[in-house]
DNA sequence: ACCTGAACACCGTTCAAGT
DNA sequence: ACCTGAACACCGTTCAAGT
């Protein structure tokens, strides 16, 4: 085989990639989705990426440093649905519930990316700052929505953080038990977010509402 | 090396394992606990038990075999101490709280074992009957306490199962996120268990309580 | 600076062979 | 039946070398 032409063209780039990080994310991004992250492996993504095994090496320090910019980039995407969801659906108290679903949406939409985030593996890199900054801004979602509710007096004023911690435990429950398939077919999540948001509301709501 | 007395003494029974099926699994146990799933090798934990690498394959068809059973001792361990709390501490409405304490500290004390259990790890076989049975029976032991507290008048009539799954929602939430390192330390996940689960109850009880 | 191929030390799994 | 060593096809990572 002779030269390709692209080889001759650009000498002042004399290789393929003006943004290898990117294509690499993009790469180990949907191959998550697609496969599993355990069918992740470096050399794979390279191959498909057209670069070395080794190339990788240059933009990240190891697969641990690639998963943890995987999970950094679930952090911002969800906090963003979460925000547009408080907004677009007027900040009160049918926003916070359409926070919930938006929430358990994203992690039923994206499984395997949302288990890279939660899933605790060794190999990420839990002290990376971008991660940690990432993460603290999709809470910083939900005690914002909360405090914005409390100072219009529909949620109890309780310690607000420790509020937010209560209702994140809970979607993220929901979520979790969603993706691992705990839940019944085919309405289970639907059902399950109803009703759990719905006595999440009454036992964190000012006026306690009956039945 | 002359051959060492041992292996003379049974012939019966040539080799020196009466049950190496337990002897690997427990080994796995004390490596994931130890060690992290991550670090689980089957060549280790043969090597560890004082067998050839490939002896395993005798007792598990593969290592999502292995950690398919890991779960399932999980889901055995994790019921026996949902019911011991839910039997010792009177079956009423602070039983039920010594509940979600002791799912909440099961996780606490055993982080890599829950993880297995509800990591989603694709190389698990989610779909074993055994597993299945014994994540059944777990579930089980929450589903009969909220049935009591229902016929008991302390609980909404709601349907059982449904709040069931809210209330393991939320106790899995609040485990995911203190085995996670997200909550403050050193007494956050206490702190949110107090306020979580009087919020849950709340939430669900038949006669909302104020504040 | 960025990329490469070769090499190293692992891993799960298979298989023919031993007792 | 149960166990073994050798072999296979992988993997993440390192490194000297190229442009």
Known sequence: MPPSKRAARKPSRPYHHGNLRRALLDEALTTIRDDGVDQLTLREIGARVGVSRTA???????KGALLTAVGTEGFRALREQLVAAWESGGRGEDAFRSMGVAYVRFAVANPAHYRVMFGGFVAMHVDDPELITEGHGAFHALVDA?????RDGFMRDDDTALMAQHVWALVHGVAMLAIDGKLPKPDGVEALMRYAFERLVTGIATVPRGS
Do not use: M, N, P, T
């Not at 990788?56 to 190891?62: E, G, I, K």
């Open 56 to 62: 990788l090496y240059r933009h990240f320090a190891d």
């Open 146 to 150: 909360i405090a914005s509710l409390q």
